[in-house]
């Protein structure tokens, strides 16, 4: 079973959602029309879209409705990755130029801003306001998180408590409210949605670890921009953990993240590339993230045996494995 | 009668507010409660909260209630502010270090991202679904503002129209907004809520043009910043608008404004600050702002004669004469 097949299922619905994304964002003002849809052709999985749709089957399902929360939380996570392109300085995303790069900072930064309150226009049509309540805390948080990963650039004492709680506030949360949100605009009972959000929560955090470990581990080609990306920009991921309390790596690597980190990531970092492949950190990360899948897996017991749910389960599987 | 009298009279609510502002702000994350709380000492005059409180008084005044609009409007004008520093360039505000100058930008652009998501959230505790539908459609507008104001920098082209929809989206939307969901969020009449909100706006489009004349009349001690920062970053404003529509120094008035943007407004412009304070082009400005005073009064008419409604006419005043 693959992505594909689940996606395919759910074309319709899917595709609907994709057409009101784009309408979403329509605005007399070419720039910004200009520059929204450029990140909507730039793609993604739509996971988060996929999550509330089929959170939404543990309820009572209206399209109509849930697209109101479906298309706001697309449209969140789009216009946090506009501004982390400026923070990051990135060139390209999924192969693509950044806005950043096409246009220029200001700009990246006011179309953030713009499709950010867009996703409240458009949640707004829902008046429960448990919803309303619930996103912004998430947001909030997600906030917290932007200003925190900043902080911890090239920080090489951190902990793994320090890099779980940067990858829920970066990925996990929105994934999480997502399932729960689907849910709630649903009408299904609060049990469920509270499963539900803790689905994602699990299923949030494997994404985020085999993305990180992907940076460490792919091509070019398969991840749209070079590997090393994030140690370039300081961000030290699992792996790197894992090979940090490694007595025998250590002190290399320690020499190896500051002389990265002493060209401001302008440099060739195969060696460090070579330093955490050759070692047994890739396969701890994954262990870590198979377990967050397992825990995912678990969260859905006692929930009705509806189609979703076997859909779910089979997403969570293939994000436990996928390779790119 | 003047602008401290009115707040006087108000202290106690607007030092509730104030410390409700800052409690929303609050967070463990050391570097976000710095920004923070160093935006909120840099001040301000606090209209928007102000006129909330006001417009609360022509329906059930209930501060602990509308406190909830007051304070994320506060914020929300705070939050554009950070991210209009980091696209101006600007080191000062109010006398004070910018953030994106105390720090840097990409602490800018997270405090903005941040300060606006608390303020949603602190929306949220309201239910009516009106007031997240009117806000969220007034902050998009604020946003294509935001771009917009970028498309028209050093443009000597454009027209009073296009200076009179910046300056509305700028400002003039969320000080309407602010008069608007203080009424509403008391329950006070639809007729009542939307002669407020016209009110707000045409207050506000004077306001803007009152700010944008003071950048070239005043000192820059009674400004907090040197004078003609506006041009320095190529905002075109009323005066320089209407100096430009003057054949008599229209030519020698291209070629400074050439000059300024050729040097990326890093240079003297007292020769350009004279050229526009030496014409009629600041009284003539002024003359606008006090028809948009005139009109701001005039909506009020029908309102029921409390203490309010005077005192909101006394700040209307006060606005079109502010001299700082």
Redesign the interface.
């Known amino acids: 079973m693959n992505l594909l097949q689940i996606y395919s299922r759910m074309k319709k619905d899917i595709a609907y959602v994709e057409r009101r994304l784009e309408e979403s964002v329509h ?1 007399d ?1 070419a ?2 029309k200009e520059t929204s849809l450029h990140l909507m052709k730039a793609g993604g999985k739509r996971i988060r879209p996929v999550f509330v749709l089929l959170a939404g089957q543990f309820g009572r399902y209206d399209l109509e409705r849930i697209q109101h929360i479906a298309v706001p939380l697309e449209l969140i996570h789009m216009a946090t990755l506009v ?1 982390d392109d ?2 990051d300085d990135a060139d390209t995303r999924r192969g693509q130029l950044t806005v950043k790069s096409k246009w220029d ?3 990246a ?6 499709i ?3 996703a ?2 458009v ?3 829902l ?1 429960d ?1 448990r919803i ?2 619930l996103l ?2 998430a ?2 948080e ?3 998180g ?3 990963q ?2 911890f650039f090239f920080r090489t004492d951190q902990t793994l408590r320090d890099y779980l709680l940067r990858i829920k506030r970066k990925t996990a949360l929105l994934i999480a409210v997502s399932c729960q949100l689907g849910a709630i605009a649903s009408e299904a009972p609060d049990d469920v949605s509270a499963k539900l959000y803790r689905f994602g929560y699990y299923v949030g955090m494997a994404f985020q670890i085999r993305d990180d470990i992907l940076d460490l581990t792919g091509t070019e080609k398969e991840l749209g921009k070079p590997p090393g990306s994030d140690i370039r920009q300081g961000n030290i991921t699992l792996p790197v953990l894992y090979a940090l309390n490694d007595p025998v790596i250590r002190s290399d690597l320690l020499a190896e993240i500051a002389r990265i980190q002493q060209l401001d990531g302008q440099t060739d970092v195969t060696p460090f590339l070579s330093m955490i492949r050759n070692g047994p950190y890739i396969e701890a990360a994954d262990r870590l993230s198979a377990r967050y899948i397992d825990k995912a897996i678990d969260s859905l017991s006692g929930l009705p045996d509806i189609r979703a749910k076997k859909d779910l389960i089979d997403i969570a599987h293939f994000i436990g494995n996928r390779s790119y």
Chains 1, 2 share one sequence.
């Open positions: 605005t003002h720039m910004l501004h400026v923070i900072n200001r700009v930064m006011y179309t953030g801003d713009y950010f309150a867009k409240l226009m949640a707004t049509q008046t306001p309303h309540q912004s805390k947001i909030v997600v906030c917290v932007e200003m925190e900043i902080r």
